[in-house]
């Protein structure tokens, strides 16, 4: 191969890698695209708290069965058990 056409092959690529790039740049820039990112940003917030909600039961429940086990009378000092919600859908 000669070196013409090893650095045209390389322009052309470069070329079509901006070309790429610059499409999705004025995509993320437009309104349906802001639109996109704050849904993207909204479904991984709602992740965010689901995660952390079952996280924060798991441990309430791994908690109050090592105090159970431990002490049985602590029964009736303890508060109910919380009850993990369902995640809220948006309209």
Do not use: C, N
Request: proline share 8%; no cysteine; hydrophobic share 45%.
């Amino acid at each position: 191969m000669s070196a013409r056409l090893v650095w045209f092959v390389a322009g052309t690529a470069a070329g079509v890698y901006g070309s790429v790039k610059a499409k999705r740049a004025a995509y993320r820039a437009s309104m349906p695209g802001l639109i996109d990112q704050a849904a993207a940003l909204g479904t991984g917030v709602r992740a965010f708290r689901a995660e952390l909600a079952e996280g924060k039961h798991s441990k309430e429940h791994q908690l109050r069965t090592h105090l159970l086990a431990s002490d049985p009378d602590l029964r009736l000092a303890l508060p109910e058990p919380s009850v993990p919600s369902e995640p809220k859908e948006l309209p």
